[in-house]
């Protein structure tokens, strides 16, 4: 990303995350335990595999917020690297994990600090990460180059996009925000946010227009994505689903089978891919 945009969204993710923040109530992933506990056993599922292969695994596990994943990684016994934008939650979470020598923090106020670390890893994981990239292919394809043979990149929690989902998909998804918005007692900006959003006005400014970046350029091109990573990797496999904040909500759109969110899952990192 350039300086600018990097340097602005790296202010704004340290003012909405600051200490105290709870990322729970705005995060499907965090707050629903179906969806969350998926989320779990698809991740211990690539470190396991890698311990069958290696003996060992080496994790690199980027934006970790409050570790809520870390956890779960972390009692795999694999080694983790952890980066973190915001200087609160990674205070955080050297509290929470000083006393794991297995697990290293990593403060990256840019994106660029682990890509220019030189360590390498058997897993790479993204979640909740790649919206609030600008140039999330160029991300991913610059992470790739950091896993070694065999093994594996995996992402999850990020908005399908936008152009290929159907206008009731997309209302669907804009009335259950909505509805949480009210419960949360905030109507008003949840919905001053959405109208600049459909007027494409955009606030350099505003920390719900540039963290959750994803809104500038209509979600995340979860093809693009897939693509990209088939050339580097033996597998890939795509994972859809919903998502959304209210409990019963996301109850009944999980009953539905729509999907609003997506994973990625690429295994076997090939030996020649650059």
Known sequence: MTDDVAST????????HGRGFD????????????????????????????????????????GAGHGSFTDHIAATGAEVTVTEMSRPSLELLQQRFKWNPKVRLL????????????????????????????????????????????????SFQDPLWYPRRSRLNMNADRWAYYAWRIGQGDLLRGVSTRVRRA??????????????????????????????????????????????????????????GAATTFGLVARNRLPSAT
Request: hydrophobic share 40%; aromatic share 8%; charged share 25%.
């Open 107 to 154: 403060y990256d106020a840019d994106g660029e600090a682990v890509l220019q670390d030189a360590a390498r890893y058997d897993v790479v994981l993204c979640v909740s990460v790649l919206h609030h990239v600008p140039d999330y292919l160029g991300f991913v394809e610059r992470l790739a180059s950091r896993i070694d043979e065999g093994g594996a990149f995996a």
């Open 23 to 62: 990322y729970e109530p705005g995060s499907p992933h965090l707050r629903h335990p179906r969806l969350r506990n998926e989320i779990i056993a698809r991740i211990r599922a690539l470190v396991d595999e890698q311990f069958a292969k290696n003996g060992r695994c080496r994790v690199l596990e980027i």
């Open 199 to 256: 007027r494409k006005l955009y606030d350099e400014t505003n920390e719900a227009d540039m963290v959750e970046y994803h809104v500038v350029r209509q979600g995340v091109d979860d093809q693009g994505l897939a693509d990209l990573l088939r050339d580097r990797f033996a597998s890939v496999e795509p994972w859809t689903y919903w998502s959304t904040q209210l409990p019963l909500l996301q109850a009944v759109g999980s009953s539905t």
């Open 9 to 16: 969204m790296a202010a704004l993710q340290e003012s909405q």
